[in-house]
């Protein structure tokens, strides 16, 4: 058999040998959740059906929980922030600006230059690199095949390290121009190389644009993820810096909130990879505690909170979302802890005082909030909140007639008048203020009383009618753009970052996708709740299809182009899904059924394993990507 068709049979056997683990536990699931003939149990559920009582259990935090949770957390941690990206970049800019539009750059000496490259900055345009023996004439070598500019400037090449793309190297030359096609325009590094590959050092050249050569000891080997931006960073990443330096800004299709706080990493750590991306990093570890305490709210067993989270900590989503600069991170991070207040309000008793209700009420309306003036998407969480509202409203109306008390109607108000507050009045003053940085940039200060000028009202009602006309009417298509039936099985990642060796044998790049055991897993457990809720009327389960609904029916109504990363709230529900079907199987005291939650656990994280290149993209052998990972050819694109 040749090297090509055992290829082949490998690309068949790993998926194939992954789908059937899943539906192995899930029969195993069937055989532990059925209760044995004959017992109390099987007698119970034989003589009767039980009645859906829409009730919740809270299960308290435990001193035992604290090492897990510090474990857990510190390994999610490890894996975000390892080789997130360079701590260095060029902080000093030279601007092209007004009818200052070339730089000259003399060399001690005639010199063959191999290569250029050049590290952008804000603004866009193109530059024309010019060279000259003796710096009277100039000559222009002609852009590389495909390309328009020697050296380009645009929206999607910011803050970049680039080479230029020149056609005809080496080049010998004493004197190098380079020219602006508008201004502003700001560049924040040039590197010179020589014939030998070796970087021409500052002091062998003079320049009156010194900020372009005040840094030479960070110029990188080569461009990569690690030093410059990618994807949707040119826009998230940017605005965030713009916040920074009080100008107007150019992202403005989302809420604001979120890129302020990707700019507080860059305030923290500089305008640096690392620095844009640490603060989405820090929300994704930060998940992992939360979610934690949510299981085990819900079911009480350590061990199920343990595993559960595990598959959250090693769901390739998770990781790879967090690990770059834009906002979808906050909107789940928001979410989670939304649901996680809301079910503490739904699970307290319905004769809890009053006063007591309005602590987690107030909680999860004001993380609704935070995240709502981080990204829309996360409106349609509050579908899922307010279902859940009602349903705690109909306990407390039930509790009442049943027992005949009195005061049902002045509790209700109450109750009603401080939801409108949390969940309407003070989402709407945190999306109101989150809109300060984007005023500054028109000019308007707080200390000449902002937020009283009709000016600030206008900004945000301008934004609002663009960014609701611009997600309306967006008809754009992409390559890796994707419907909701693709991402419940994980059918079509998006490509994030590409970068082929010269030789073609060695990739570096990942792409935002799940592990099959939480996401194939997740659906047939959510398949198992809609079982749950019908057969057994259980709240808990009934909780998860009411998240999980909510953040995924409204993306079947969308006509706009989507992504796969739009699944990134649902994989909390996923993952509590399948938290549900741990803690079913762990119930079971006899057998061997707790090997099961153990092993499947063990399988998510061997899959991440496996996969681990094409999530942070570490450079790997073409043939391995090419034949172990894509399991789904012309699909899964790495």
């Avoid at 109101?432 to 206008?458: H, N, Q, T």
Wanted: glycine fraction near 8%; aromatic fraction near 18%; hydrophobic fraction near 45%.
């Amino acid at each position: 058999m040749g090297v090509v068709a055992l290829s082949g049979l490998v690309t068949v056997i790993f998926p194939a040998a992954a789908i059937l683990i899943v539906v192995m536990f899930f029969l195993y699931y069937q055989r532990a959740v059925a209760p044995r003939e004959g017992t109390t149990e099987w007698i119970t559920r034989a003589v009767s059906r039980p009645r859906f009582a829409m009730s919740f259990r809270l299960h308290r935090m435990e001193r035992r929980d604290v090492l897990p949770v510090l474990i857990l957390t510190a390994v999610s941690a490890f894996l975000g922030y390892f080789r997130l990206g360079d701590t260095v970049a060029p902080q000093s800019f030279y601007r092209f600006q007004g009818a200052d539009k070339s730089v000259t750059i003399t060399l001690n000496s005639l010199t063959s230059i191999s290569k250029v490259y050049y590290y952008t900055g804000l603004w866009t345009g193109s530059y024309t690199l010019e060279f000259s023996h003796d710096g009277e004439t100039w000559f222009e070598p002609p852009p590389a095949e495909g390309e328009k500019h020697v050296m380009s400037q645009g929206h999607g090449d910011l803050f970049k390290w680039r080479r230029a793309a020149f056609s005809t190297p080496p080049i010998t030359a004493q004197y190098i121009r380079v020219t602006a096609s508008t201004t502003p325009m700001e560049l924040g590094e040039m590197a010179l190389f020589d014939e030998t590959g070796a970087l021409i050092p500052a002091s062998e050249m003079t320049t009156e644009a010194a900020a372009l050569f005040d840094e030479q000891d960070i110029v990188p080997e080569a461009p990569s993820y690690l030093n410059s931006m990618y994807f949707d960073e040119i826009y998230h990443g940017r605005t965030a810096y713009e916040y920074l330096r009080g100008l107007k800004v150019y992202e403005t299709t989302h809420p604001p909130l979120g890129k302020a706080i990707i700019a507080a990493g860059i305030a923290l750590f500089g305008m640096t990879p690392f620095g844009w991306r640490f603060m989405g990093t820090l929300f994704g570890v930060l998940m992992v505690p939360i979610l934690y305490v949510l299981i085990k709210n819900m079911f009480g067993k350590t061990r199920v909170a343990v595993c559960g989270t595990l598959l959250f900590v090693f769901d390739f989503m998770r990781l790879t979302q967090t690990r770059i600069a834009t906002i979808d991170t906050y909107g789940v991070f928001f979410i989670l802890l939304a649901y996680l207040f809301m079910y503490r309000y739904v699970t307290q008793e319905e004769d809890a005082p009053f006063g007591k209700t309005l602590g987690p009420l107030f909680l999860s309306g004001l993380f609704f909030g935070i995240g709502c003036a981080s990204k829309w998407t996360v409106v349609y969480a509050g579908a899922g909140l307010c279902a859940l509202y009602v349903i705690r409203q109909v306990r407390r109306i039930l509790y009442y007639r049943r027992n005949c008390l009195p005061g049902l109607g002045a509790y209700l108000v109450k109750t009603l008048v401080f939801s409108v507050l949390f969940f309407i009045v003070v989402p709407a003053v945190i999306y109101c203020l989150s809109y300060i940085p984007v005023a500054i940039g028109y000019g308007l200060k707080l200390e000449d009383g902002m937020l009283w000028d009709p000016r600030f009202y206008r900004i945000i009602w301008d934004n609002q009618k663009f960014m609701f006309t611009y997600h309306a009417k967006l008809d754009d298509t992409h390559p890796y753009s994707s419907a909701w039936y693709q991402w419940i099985i994980d059918g079509r990642p998006i490509l994030y970052y590409s970068q082929l060796s010269e030789d073609g044998t060695v990739k570096s790049a990942f792409a935002a996708f799940g592990n099959p055991a939480l996401w194939w897993g997740g659906l047939l457990a959510i398949i198992a709740m809609v079982v749950r809720l019908f057969k057994e009327k259980d709240g808990k389960a009934l909780f998860i299809l009411i998240g999980y609904l909510s953040q995924l029916v409204p993306w079947m109504l969308v006509p706009r182009i989507v992504f796969i990363y739009h699944y990134f709230p649902s994989t909390l529900f996923l993952t509590l899904a399948m938290a549900y079907v741990f803690d079913i199987i762990l119930d079971r005291k006899y057998g061997r059924y707790h090997r099961a939650v153990y092993g499947y656990t063990a399988f998510s994280i061997v899959l991440f394993i496996m996969f681990y290149p094409v999530l942070t993209g570490e450079p790997v052998s073409v043939f391995y990507t090419r034949y172990f990972l894509r399991w789904f050819p012309g699909a899964w694109p790495f």
